[in-house]
């Protein structure tokens, strides 16, 4: 690797050997690195040192050393927000991600016609704005009206409190987080099947094996890294969720935080009651939570490999 | 004979599956649209999946008059054009840097770089706040503009695609004697048209659609975004005479155009979610 770097980087300057072919790509690379400086690294140290301190961003800052993070941990708010973020991840993994699975295969099968229009329609909720889309679930629940009631209703069942009721709202929450995300994994697991050699599926077909053998013998092993990507996506996103809950829940994250996540929580603490060392503190306990996962999702991408 | 009727049989299933999963995901959209034309008290009319009995368009003549809708709409529209501007040109720049030079601290430089990208910006949202007020920022455009120019996915999208861009190119055009701003000016940004309209889409998507960084640094009701103050049509109400239909016809204005966009611009759109995905 390292031979063929410095066999590259003499072809490189024996195309022209001037000072500003050394220069040039620092030049090119510098906004980022500024911009990054400014708006992201100094935000982070700025986070780091106000989590030690208490400020209401008038009165002077007072320094407090853990008493922040102490008290984070024994919150139960932030407890009940902690675990309802866990479970939109849960339900992400376990309930999005093997529905986009499945329907990635669906889309791929050769004998489905008019396979574009069909995918076109899956893809749609990935473009669609957010608050727009919470704003038409809000009816959709709506407890005497909604859409999700009216089979309900007409079968002369009791109709479900969606957005009132402690546990039916986070299920109301992760309908819409499957809604919106299903597409969204089924055009990376779309992207992964392509890769599939044919070959495999003939021989297996030959060898007299089952759709079902076919799709767990060939389909998942060969995608497991897609799925260990997508899964990292899907947990690094579920932890930022905040649109849905907001709009749905009309920013309270009720009935009695049952629906509160984490960032919630965090823009409740730091930007509603401007407790900016209290929020400064919860950022840097979902920093470390994310650093953990990035650097999984780092090895995936192989950046800590020598080889590219 | 049985195997045959079963395959049919198979065939018609997938069909059904497929068909009825598509119809149900577009259903809330359908909706949308359907109970921006309708009255309040049609909108909750069961049941919810029939046509406005009479297609008004009141909904959206109250919505253009008597909100600040159309200010909302222009706002989004330039911070989200401003910020793909410079996103285009700062990260075709640096992926061209990334692709194609070598020089000291390349690696260590790249992998700070990638690294960013798994870092949400929800996690110094507060102290990024902090800073906005500092820099008085609060209630600027250039909060939605200046920190957003450069994101290191963009710049990690350009690379890749710059990288499948021939060298020999470059380095006949320097033997020429043209200068390193005009090889990536005149070769390498008419070769990577492809990847640049990628860039744009997705970097002109999440502009328009974000949402907690302008509810957080944007007041006042002509300089907030089509999502805040859509969400404030909401919140603003008294809970019994929310405008439902005036809602439903502004979430019809921000999302139909962005469906049709996406629908032209497709493949463009999923190359550049699957370049991450499928790696290099």
């Not at chain 1, 990292?232 to 509160?260: K, R, W």
């Not at chain 2, 598509?22 to 359907?34: C, E, H, R, S």
């Amino acid at each position: 690797m390292v031979q063929a770097a410095m066999t590259r980087g003499r072809e490189a300057r024996a195309g022209g050997g001037f000072q500003q072919h050394k220069l040039a790509p620092y030049a090119f690379i510098s906004p980022f690195y500024v911009l990054f400086a400014f708006f992201f690294l100094a935000p982070s140290v700025i986070a780091l040192v106000l989590s030690l301190f208490r400020w209401d961003g008038i009165n002077d800052p007072r320094f407090v050393l853990g008493r922040n993070y102490g008290r984070l941990l024994s919150d139960k708010v932030f407890a009940q927000a902690a675990t309802n973020t866990a479970v939109y991840a849960i339900a992400s993994l376990f309930i999005v991600i093997p529905l986009a699975l499945v329907l990635a295969v669906l889309l791929n099968a050769k004998s489905l016609r008019f396979s574009n229009v069909w995918r076109a329609m899956y893809f749609t909720p990935v473009v669609t704005s957010t608050v727009a889309i919470s704003l038409v679930f809000q009816i959709l629940y709506n407890q005497d009206t909604g859409l999700l009631n009216a089979p309900l209703i007409y079968l002369g069942l009791e109709p479900i409190y969606w957005l009132g009721d402690r546990s039916w709202v986070k299920v109301a929450i992760i309908i819409l987080i499957a809604w919106r995300s299903t597409g969204l994994l089924t055009i990376y697991f779309l992207a992964g099947l392509q890769s599939i050699p044919e070959e495999l599926y003939e021989a297996a077909s030959i060898d007299g094996a089952s759709m079902l053998q076919k799709f767990f013998r060939i389909t998942i092993p060969m995608l497991r890294p897609i799925i260990l990507f997508v899964s990292i996506i899907v947990l690094l996103s579920s932890i930022q969720i905040f649109d849905e809950i907001h709009i749905l829940t009309n920013g309270s994250g009720g009935p009695a935080n049952a629906s509160m996540s984490v960032v919630q929580y965090l823009y409740e603490r730091g930007y509603t009651r401007l407790r900016l060392g209290f929020a400064s503190a919860v950022g840097t306990v979902l920093f470390a939570t994310v650093f953990i996962l990035s650097l999984l999702q780092l090895q995936w991408y192989g950046v800590f490999r020598k080889e590219d | 004979m049985g195997e045959r009727f079963g395959q049919r049989l198979g065939v018609i299933a997938l069909h059904v599956v497929v068909i009825s999963g598509a119809l149900l995901t577009v259903a809330p959209i359908v909706f949308m649209i359907y109970s921006s034309f309708k009255t309040t008290t049609e909108i909750f009319t069961l049941p919810p999946w029939l046509p406005p009995a009479e297609w008004s368009f009141k909904n959206y003549e109250t919505l253009l008059t008597g909100w600040a809708y159309p200010y909302w709409y222009i706002n989004s529209i330039i911070y989200a054009a401003v910020v793909t501007i410079f996103v285009l040109f700062f990260c075709s720049l640096a992926g061209f840097a990334f692709a194609k030079y070598y020089f000291r601290g390349k690696n260590l430089l790249f992998i700070m770089l990638i690294g960013s990208t798994m870092i949400p910006f929800q996690l110094i949202l507060i102290p990024l706040f902090i800073l906005m007020s500092r820099i008085d920022w609060v209630n600027h455009p250039a909060s939605m503009i200046v920190p957003w120019m450069a994101p290191a996915f963009g710049i990690f999208l350009m690379r890749q695609y710059i990288q499948a861009v021939p060298s020999e190119l470059m380095e006949s055009a320097r033997i020429d004697g043209a200068s390193e701003f005009r090889i990536y000016a005149q070769i390498i940004v008419p070769l990577v048209r492809p990847g640049l309209t990628t860039l744009a889409i997705l970097t002109f998507l999440g502009s328009w659609n974000s949402f907690i960084w302008p509810l957080m640094v944007l007041r006042g009701n002509r300089v907030i975004t089509l999502p805040v103050g859509i969400a404030t049509m909401r919140s603003q109400a008294t809970a019994s005479q929310i405008p439902y239909g005036e809602m439903m016809a502004a979430a019809t204005l921000v999302s139909v155009p962005v469906i049709l966009l996406f629908l032209m611009l497709q493949r463009y759109f999923i190359s550049g979610l699957t370049i991450g995905a499928v790696k290099g």
